[in-house]
């Protein structure tokens, strides 16, 4: 192994191995990847108190999860690590496309200096976990982070779930209010209650191989590049794809085909040939081979009373869109501070079905983008290969069939118009991209700030944009509890927003919004019940 | 008029070619055929203009006697 070093995480004796008196933890999360470490982060923002119990005690092994989109980053600023992984990850704007020996066409993602964060930041995913685990000893008090303590066993109940544990130096149980299983594509958890994993499974099976290479193999050395062939000169009738990481590790990822045996095609023998293929008189070192299956798959329901799923447990997708590691984030987000209102008494236990009914609809996308670009890859019978081969053949002359070659799509955030918790959107003047149910758009401020990075990273928000907060709040103690943000109308405010307020959710979605001068604080407080699940109460009311 | 060779599905490209493939999914080989000319049939009318069609079998035709084989 080269460059990453695979620490150990200290660990230490469970106070209930110590004999300390039984109590009920707020939370449990299992499992210590990305998306567990994230929402412990998290709930910990909101002041709610988490024990994290992994199986392991390092990062994980191998790149994994490496290509983070920008809604992903924002999330992971708001978590307080996203310019740490912007610092360190390769910032990527273009992807070129291949068929055969001809590029077909490239994309510029433009880094977009109007917003905070890249479009793509590639960065490993033991990188990502290091910085949680690091963000995480900002909460001492609140965050418990437990390696070698593997969950063996659970029960539920009305009031909480009981865990079985086992560690090195034995095994105890431990009480919590909720659970949260991120313990990934192959829950432990989901197993255990023998949940069904319905989807779609592919019999191509691919290769990811990172290696470590100090001669960079695109034109501009500085301008990292995504690039994906269909059908290379070096890797007959097959799809492949090169990603840059930093330390000068490359993600290389090749479609064996069906008829393949894995244990074989992970030897490292046999990997480096096909590497070289690509790579041809450079030198370079493996540093992490997998060989796996395409799997689109989802959880009927992401939540079971007390105990909840996140993440590759409750969903997986096929990695090309990169939206594994995203999806499960955008979960995080989407989940945390519901359970911490529930939890701290804000909102009632049935806004948790708000999680399962907007993360499930993300996941769905998600699974739909990704099993596309599957069969465009590994088309399922004769004639969709030949639509998929002549798309190829058309493409470089017909600008047109280049929108249908599938690559994959890469992640963005989804939509949650017209769901329960936002308030009907009735304005025609202000802009479309802050429709309820959208993700607020960033932008930069006039103190050199940014406006999600302004935003509360644990409450709701009323963003103010181009109107006097004196002359529409005609309550007090509304504000008492709602933090405002007040920004001038600029270019960027006047396309992005428009002139009127904006009730945003501690997950930076737009709740509720309203024109210029339209405001009150008892439309306020409806629509912020409402996106606390309060509805009954607020149509009451 | 000339032919329009830009994509003019805007982001309803994935879910026309989806529909496609779907169409054709359960179908025999001969039935997907007979799938693709009568599409063809339908379309070619929908279009109604007899130069562009003209100038789209130009441009499908465009390479194929000369290709080696499938690209």
């Keep these: 192994m080269t460059k990453q070093h695979y620490q150990p995480f200290p660990t230490q004796t469970p106070p209930e191995l110590k004999g300390a008196p039984a109590r009920v933890y707020p939370v449990a999360i299992i499992g210590g990847g990305p998306i567990g470490l994230a929402a412990a982060v998290d709930l910990a923002q909101h002041g709610v108190e988490v024990i994290v119990l992994d199986q392991n005690n390092t990062v994980s092994v191998g790149s994994r999860a490496i290509c983070w989109a920008k809604r ?47 479009a793509f930041v590639n960065l490993q995913q033991y990188h990502v976990e290091q910085y949680l685990v690091d963000r995480a000893g900002d909460f001492p008090d609140l965050i418990d982070l437990r390696f070698n303590n593997t969950v063996t066993d659970h029960v539920t109940s009305d009031t909480g779930v009981s865990l079985q544990i086992s560690t090195p130096e034995g095994d105890y149980s431990l009480q919590a209010e909720y659970v949260i299983a991120c313990d990934g594509a192959n829950s432990p958890t989901r197993k255990r209650m023998g949940l069904s994993f319905e989807g779609e499974s592919f019999e191509e099976r691919f290769l990811i191989a990172d290696i470590e290479m100090e001669d960079d193999p695109f ?84 939540v079971h009373g007390r105990l909840l799923f996140a993440g590759d447990s409750a969903h997986v997708v096929s990695p090309f869109g990169a939206r594994g590691g995203n999806g499960g984030t955008h979960d995080v987000d989407n989940l ?103 993700v607020a758009p960033d932008l930069p401020l006039d103190n050199g700030d940014w406006l999600l990075a302004s935003l509360s990273r644990n ?59 339209d405001l009150n604080a008892s439309l306020v407080r409806l629509a912020w019940d409402r996106a606390l699940g309060l509805a009954d109460k607020a149509h009451a009311a | 008029m000339s032919l329009n060779t830009d994509n003019n599905l805007g982001i309803d490209a994935d879910d026309a070619y989806a529909a496609l493939l779907e169409a054709h999914r359960h179908l025999t080989p001969e039935q997907s055929q007979r799938l693709n000319a009568r599409l063809v049939l339908i379309l070619m009318n929908q279009v109604g203009e007899l130069d562009i069609i003209n100038q789209a079998i130009a441009a499908a035709c465009n390479g194929l006697l000369t290709d080696t084989g499938a690209p």
């Excluded at chain 1, 269909?230 to 479609?255: T, V």
């Excluded at chain 1, 064996?256 to 030198?283: C, F, W, Y």
């Excluded at chain 1, 019978?381 to 030949?386: F, G």
């Design chain 1, 72 to 118: 992903t980053l924002d999330i992971f600023d708001r978590l307080g690590v996203g310019e740490r992984m912007v610092r360190k990850g390769v910032t990527w704007q273009t992807g070129r496309l291949f068929h055969a020996q001809q590029e077909v066409f490239n994309f510029d993602l433009l880094p977009d200096t109007d917003y905070k964060m890249p």
């Design chain 1, 219 to 302: 034109a501009n050395a500085d301008n990292a590049e995504r690039w994906f062939w269909f059908k290379p000169p070096f890797h007959e009738g097959q799809s492949a794809l090169l990603h840059k990481q930093p330390d000068n590790i490359y993600r290389i990822d090749l479609q064996l085909g069906a008829d393949t045996n894995p244990e074989e095609e992970s030897r490292h023998e046999n990997v480096t040939p096909r590497i070289q293929q690509i790579m041809g008189d450079k030198s370079f070192q493996l540093d992490w081979v997998s060989v796996y299956r395409f799997r689109c798959a989802r959880l009927a329901q992401f």
């Design chain 1, 336 to 438: 945390c501070w519901k359970l911490a209102a529930v939890i701290q008494g804000r909102a009632p236990a049935s806004l948790l079905d708000s999680y399962e009914q907007e993360r499930g609809h993300g996941a769905d996308e998600n699974i739909r983008h990704s099993a596309r670009a599957t069969r465009f890859m590994s088309p399922a019978n004769d004639m969709e290969r030949l639509f998929r081969d002549e798309i190829l053949s058309l493409a470089a002359d017909l600008p047109f069939a280049r929108a249908w070659i599938n690559s994959g799509r890469l992640s963005t955030p989804c939509s949650l118009i017209d769901m329960p918790l936002q308030t009907s959107d009735t304005s025609d003047t202000l802009a479309d991209d802050s429709r309820c149910g959208l």
């Design chain 1, 459 to 517: 409450s709701f928000t009323l963003l103010l944009v181009g109107v006097n907060q004196t002359s529409i709040i005609d309550s007090s103690n509304l504000l008492d509890a709602l933090p405002v943000v007040t920004i001038s109308l600029t270019e960027h405010a006047q396309r992005r927003y428009g002139r009127g307020a904006f009730l945003i959710r501690p997950d930076q979605h737009i709740a509720a919004r309203w024109e210029g001068t």
